[in-house]
């Protein structure tokens, strides 16, 4: 049988499998299928594949020399299924992003600086582009340092993220509705995408805190909620989707700028996702917005800490009106295994 080249790495929060374009093939459908097995989906324990038996652990990045000449790099998000066979590309992940750029100097598509490396990363599912700085002494990356991330033990060496052309990366517009609020259910919620499709909710609407750290008891309301969702943001059917997200959100209690409780679908993340994180944040700052009466907002151009279930995610964000100036997040990565994985026979 033979193998494909792959590198494991932990980006940010999540864990993937990191593959050169090349070293797949361009068929969209045997390449889903070659990931499928590689993983070891479908199965809920992924036991025959590198998978974790968890959404944020069955994640591919795809990564190419850029083909837009103002980029470094193409970046292609997929998350595969767990118990599905699925691969979907409907959304990005901020998360394995903050690999992106140290897999690009390590499979020398990028030729890394003295001291510190900055990567163009054009991100193919959203047409976006983040640039990730992160250090490279002596010309080699380097994943010790010192800082700390909610959700990942130890420390380790910090990746800036500059995000641009985020706002209504999916949806075509920040407010894909056209309105502030949208009533679903009984429920009022804000509709935005700013890096990721996102329906804010308080958690109060749902006859809870929103610092519980189990919510299976909403399954079916939230499944409810992100179908009528996905249509009204111009999304379609989304019930093979894993967008839009659904975040709860609730004021804060641990000094942060909002506490979230998100589903990734109808299952409650343990943190909050990078783009997530981030479109939340947007709304918060949006007068009238679900969530922007319960935030406790920093000063201008202070980062906002989004409080989540194991902790917190500081990201920063500026809006002039409903128009986005800026995003950013700091992250962390750090390479597993670099080596070759053998894919089973078949699903």
Known sequence: ????????????????????????????????????????????????????????????????????????????????????????????????????????????????????????????????????????????????????????PGTAARIDLDLAGTEGASCGALLPTGRLRDVIDGVEVTCVDNGMPVVVAAASSFGVTGYETDLSHLRDRIRSLRLQAGELMGLGDVSASSVPKTTLVAPPRGGGTLCTRTFIPLRMHTSIGVLGAVTVATAALIGGAVGHDLAELPPPGAPMSIEHPTGRLDVAVELDGTTVRRAGVVRTARKLFDGTVFPRSSL
């Not at 976006?128 to 010790?144: L, R, S």
């Open 1 to 152: 049988m033979n193998g494909v080249r792959c590198m494991l790495m932990r980006g940010g929060t999540s864990k993937g499998a990191y593959f050169l374009a090349g070293d797949l093939p361009s068929a969209a459908t045997e390449r889903d299928g070659l990931l499928l097995r590689i993983m070891g989906s479908p199965d809920p324990r992924q036991i025959d594949g590198i998978g974790g038996a968890h959404p944020l652990t069955s994640k591919v990045a795809v990564v190419s020399a850029s083909a837009d000449g103002a980029s470094d790099i193409d970046y292609l998000f997929l998350q595969l299924g767990v118990e599905e066979a699925t691969v979907s590309d409907r959304q990005n992940c901020g998360n394995l992003l903050a690999g992106v750029g140290p897999f690009a100097v390590e499979r020398g598509l990028v030729a890394a600086k003295p001291d510190e490396t900055s990567v163009r990363i054009r991100m193919l599912n959203s047409g976006g582009v983040a640039t990730a700085t992160f250090p490279t002494p002596g010309g080699a990356v380097g994943y010790e340092g010192a800082t700390e991330i909610s959700g990942v």
